[in-house]
């Protein structure tokens, strides 16, 4: 049965190959894209095997060898597809759809699930890039910069700051090469005061000074912080103040009215 379904998802994905070349930067040919690409292989090697026909035996394709892009063709029969993991990949417009199970893939592709995540992204995108892109405060960024760089996973340009702030709509924002230059000059300002150096292949690394100006913004922050907790309570008590203040003078001008004193002796 197992046999079965993986042939028979395969058989489906297969009635729309995917073209020897895949568009990935031409937006006007990738949203035209409804192909598939299948590979199947060994468990946690499930891209060793490229299908690129279905044959009545078996599958015939490229067989990976090593990790490089060396490879050999091969006839996978029909007995031997229980050994193997599948893998298919729906490219669908800008989405790229992947699916480990056959009986997934057979339920989704009847009912054509592909569009539910599209559609979803063309909402996202749309409310997106109705409302500008903030521009994030500069040591917002120089904090983000730090953090990935003691992470381990650096961010070396204004396009890895960008995609981090706001992932990977900002290629379709009707601003995203306004705010391109922006972070382009902010990245340009933090080497001219040495919190950021650059590194090799041009990419930017954060300096030590880069320690010292945030840790003065969170001083800064931390009095300014405590000033303004000092300025509410006085701002309350003068309140209070005012509050009873004003009550006494009302007392003063408008006293309640005294009633008459009737005497009941003879």
Do not use: C
């Not at 192909?35 to 490229?50: E, H, I, S």
């Not at 919190?195 to 300014?224: C, I, K, P, W, Y």
């Amino acid at each position: 049965m197992s046999n079965y379904l993986k042939r028979l998802a395969i058989k489906f994905a297969m009635l729309k190959p995917a073209p020897d070349r895949i568009p990935l930067s031409n937006m006007e040919r990738v949203r035209q894209r409804d192909y598939f690409v299948v590979n199947f292989g060994p468990k946690g090697d499930n891209q060793r095997f490229l299908v690129r026909e279905v044959l009545p035996q078996g599958f015939g394709g490229l067989w990976f060898l090593g990790s490089g892009s060396e490879s050999e063709e091969r006839t996978i029969p029909n007995s031997d597809l229980r050994l193997y993991q599948i893998r298919i990949t729906h490219y669908f417009g800008e989405l790229e759809i992947r699916y480990t199970s056959a009986i997934e893939f057979i339920l989704k592709h009847a009912i054509r699930y592909e569009y539910i995540p599209y559609w979803r992204e063309r909402a996202a995108r749309f409310f997106f890039n109705r409302r500008p892109l903030d521009e994030t405060r500069r040591i917002l960024v120089l904090r983000l910069m730090l953090d990935r760089h003691l992470n381990g996973n650096p961010l070396g340009s204004a396009l890895d700051v960008m995609s981090e702030f706001y992932g990977h709509r900002w290629h379709h924002h009707p601003q995203q090469a306004q705010l391109y230059r922006y972070y382009e000059l902010m990245l340009a300002s933090f080497v001219e005061a040495g919190e950021l150096t650059m590194g090799q292949g041009g990419r930017l690394e954060v300096a030590a000074t880069a320690l010292n100006t945030l840790h003065s913004f969170n001083e800064d922050e931390r009095r300014h912080g405590g000033t303004m907790s000092v300025q509410r309570w006085m701002l309350i008590v003068t309140a209070m103040v005012g509050i009873a203040t004003a009550a006494q003078a009302y007392s003063a001008l408008f006293p309640p009215p005294r009633g008459d004193v009737i005497s009941t002796l003879d």
